[in-house]
């Protein structure tokens, strides 16, 4: 394992993410921790909302109801200390397989859309607005030692409670090893709805989850509002997302053993585990 590695998943955790594509690990964040991200990430959408520009944070709304803002680590230490979590860095490391850096910070504040019909969004169980994957097995995967590694893995925070009818990341288990085509194992599994995986979390619960893995933000059906956050790791030669490069100045400024993470400084000196 590269050096900043102390801790993996437990067996049962690697087994349901070489299974499934993803893990859910429960009351990982601290209420410190979920208060501190849920207001800081509050406070810059209400900033942004009455006008104000935060780069580099950047924005995409659909509607009134939903807003992700992205490239968050310079906007409030608590979206740093996110992105560099010790409880977390260790286990993304374990499926990507080496040392990694930070590839996107993203987070999603939404509701229930006003313009849809509820009884209408209430006759299926699962409501997926728009299923992705980052990368796809057979390029962005690798098996090691018998285990499932994925160059593209991500960790998202649920900091708000999220319930049956609250938005929880729809899942298809199973896709991160799938060669098919993305458009065929979505309408498969939309044709029976026990080929999906609805997530519902507590706030601090995190979903580690491989980017081969298709999944989906949900359509919120109550009136809560649902808070994410999203950070997202790959092997230290790889590019950020575009839009989330972090400013060489703020990096310097860091204490120098989470540069790395951020920077990406070890490029094609890449740690592996193997
Ligand atoms: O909103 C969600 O639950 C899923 C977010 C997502 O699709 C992503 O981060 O790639």
Same mark, same amino acid.
Not at 83 to 89: E, T
């Given at each position: 394992m590269s050096k900043r590695t102390k801790v993996g998943l437990t067996s049962?955790?690697?087994?349901?993410?070489?299974?499934?594509?993803?893990?859910i690990l429960r009351q990982v964040l601290t209420s410190n921790e979920i208060k501190e991200l849920y207001q800081s990430l509050q406070l810059a959408k209400s900033m942004i909302?009455?006008?104000?520009?935060?780069?580099?944070?950047?924005?995409?709304?659909?509607?009134?109801?939903?807003i992700l803002m992205g490239n968050l680590v310079?906007?409030?230490?608590?979206?740093l200390e996110y992105?560099?979590?010790?409880?977390?860095?260790?286990?993304v490391e374990d499926i990507v397989g080496g040392e990694v850096r930070l590839e996107e910070t993203e987070a999603i504040i939404n509701r229930r859309d006003p313009e849809n019909n509820l009884p209408k969004v209430n006759s299926h169980r699962y409501q997926p607005i728009a299923f992705h994957?980052?990368?796809?097995?057979?390029?962005?995967?690798?098996? $090691?030692?018998?285990?499932?590694?994925? #160059?593209?893995?991500? /960790?998202l925070a649920y900091l708000t409670d999220v319930g049956r009818d609250d938005g929880g990341t729809t899942l298809i288990p199973g896709s991160h090893r799938l060669t098919w085509s993305e458009k065929d194992v979505v309408e498969a599994a939309l044709a029976d709805e026990?080929?999906?995986y609805q997530v519902e979390a507590k706030a601090g619960d995190i979903l580690?989850?491989?980017?081969?893995?298709?999944?989906?933000?949900t359509?919120?059906?109550? $009136?809560?509002?649902?808070?994410?956050? #999203?950070?997202?790791? /790959?092997?230290?030669?790889?590019?950020?997302?575009?839009?989330?490069?972090?400013?060489?100045?703020?990096?310097a400024s860091l204490p120098p053993e989470i540069q790395p993470i951020i920077s990406g400084s070890s490029s094609w000196h890449w740690q592996r585990n193997y």
């Open positions: 049962s955790q690697r087994l349901h993410f070489d299974i499934y594509g993803f893990v909302e009455k006008g104000s520009k935060l780069p580099p944070i950047y924005t995409h709304r659909i509607g009134k109801h939903h310079q906007y409030h230490r608590s979206l992105a560099v979590h010790p409880k977390l860095i260790p286990l994957r980052g990368t796809k097995h057979g390029w962005g995967t690798y098996i $090691e030692q018998d285990k499932f590694h994925c #160059v593209f893995v991500k /960790t026990n080929l999906l580690l989850f491989a980017e081969s893995l298709i999944h989906s933000t359509a919120i059906r109550s $009136e809560n509002e649902r808070t994410i956050l #999203v950070a997202g790791y /790959t092997p230290t030669m790889f590019q950020p997302w575009p839009g989330n490069e972090v400013d060489p100045e703020f990096i």
